[in-house]
């Protein structure tokens, strides 16, 4: 498959659109590029001697562990496990209370080992099947399709000028789910600091890069005519700042919401509680963000700012009492109800932005119809939209339908530290 593929590609030179254009004509003219292609290789290598590290490690521990148990038929029933020793427990000898407080102290480690086992049980099964990072991933490539697709020209100019931030997030992604999936099959806490620390910045880098990017395009920091603009300065200032640092706030508050009514559905109500905590000041640090927003909005987009105090001004309305009432039920307790109040609040704020940027894809510089493809294009993306609906659709609806009754087996391996654990408290 991969040799007809490069026989393809080697073939079909020195064009890319067959007898239309060329592939010098159509390599990019960003000097940049070059930054990103060296990330990018550094990344994946950097990733190929962890995967082969980590594996050596999860066969060290396989053949301290005694490996495979040969039985006289592989294929058949396996043996019945030999009956548990029972031993005797020794009397208790009387302590001194010194050593009374240090079994305390230990067993509030224990208790607090058992916490974040718990919390990170629960967020392994939200995200931890390959099935639903494969759908985010696939709903972000088919958004990045449609908008080069119908916008090509205002595509170029965003991909020149954002390649920073645009890379940064594609890095972070494949950076998320690798320490997800490394910090599982590791033991030592030093290298699972790692993954986990590595695993949080992708989540925030993630959302917050995609934020800085619509602040920026919303600033007018984005030329026009396929141009590139300043690398650095068109998603490090003031609007992009603001509107990263929202994008991360509301991503943790959903996050947090969801992980309530996850962790009610699991039984866990320390844990239902310990993530409401968390909703609630997410939403509160949301709704200072915004404040925060509207102000630096005024200064520099002021078409978007007018437009959100006019013609967007109802959404933004229902999103700050959506976000209120969801605030209030979970506080009460209200779970089911405080998330689709919450969907909707974030959902608002999203559309609302749409509404004041409107007519422009590039704010009063590039509208949408003139940034537009041609019309057989865009009636020709309609259709394969269309179909791509009816095909696709129905399917992550029943996945999302399956997963939320947990019908659907779990996928990968047990966290080996949990069992740790789990073997040190039981």
């Known amino acids: 498959m991969e040799a007809g593929w490069v026989v393809t590609e080697v073939g079909r030179q020195p064009w890319i659109v067959y007898n239309l254009m060329k592939v010098e004509a159509a390599a990019t003219g960003n000097t940049g590029v070059w930054i990103t292609f060296i990330g990018v290789i550094v990344l994946y290598l950097a990733l190929g001697v962890t995967t082969i590290v980590v594996l050596r490690s999860m ?33 208790a ?61 205002v595509f170029q100019s965003i991909t020149l000028t954002m390649f920073v931030p645009l890379a940064i997030a594609a890095f972070g992604i494949v950076l998320r789910g690798a320490s997800f999936a490394f910090r599982k099959t590791v033991v030592t806490v030093r290298v699972r600091r790692v993954f986990g620390g590595l695993f949080a910045l992708s989540s925030v880098l993630v959302p917050f890069c995609f934020g800085a990017i619509a602040g920026g395009i919303a600033s007018g920091r984005v030329p026009a005519g396929g141009k590139a603009g300043d690398p650095v300065g068109s998603w490090l200032n003031r609007t992009s700042l603001v509107t990263g640092g929202l994008a991360v706030v509301l991503a943790a508050y959903l996050a947090a919401v969801y992980l309530v009514r996850d962790a009610r559905r699991a039984g866990d109500t320390d844990l239902a509680g310990y993530f409401r905590r968390r909703a609630v000041l997410s939403a509160v640090a949301a709704a200072v963000v915004a404040v925060i927003g509207f102000v630096v909005l005024s200064a520099s987009a002021p078409h978007v700012f007018d437009r959100l105090i006019s013609w967007a001004l109802p959404p933004v309305v229902l999103s700050v009492l959506c976000g209120f009432g969801a605030l209030v039920l979970l506080v009460r307790g209200a779970a089911r109800g405080g998330r689709v109040l919450a969907v909707v609040a974030v959902a608002c704020i999203i559309f609302s932005w749409g509404v004041a940027q409107w ?68």
């Open 59 to 91: 066969s060290r521990r396989f053949r301290r562990a005694g490996g495979f148990v040969d039985i006289d038929t592989p294929y058949g029933p396996a043996p019945e496990p030999e009956p548990a020793k029972t031993v005797e427990p020794e009397p």
């Open 359 to 426: 007519p422009y894809l590039l704010p009063e510089s590039v509208t949408v119809s003139a940034a537009a493809a041609p019309t057989g294009t865009l009636i020709t993306l309609l259709v394969a939209v269309g179909l791509a609906v009816l095909i696709v659709l129905p399917g992550f609806v029943l996945l999302y339908v399956l997963d939320q009754r947990r019908l659907l087996p779990e996928e990968g391996v047990e966290d080996a530290a949990d069992r740790i654990v789990d073997t040190e408290a039981g």
């Open 93 to 153: 000898k009387p302590r001194s209370l010194s050593r009374e407080h240090r079994g305390r102290g230990r067993a509030a480690g224990r208790h607090r080992d058992l916490r974040r086992v718990r919390r990170r049980r629960l967020r392994r099964r939200i995200l931890g099947p390959d099935r639903r990072r494969e759908a985010n991933h696939v709903w972000l490539i088919f958004i990045f399709v449609l908008t080069w697709t119908a916008f090509p020209a």
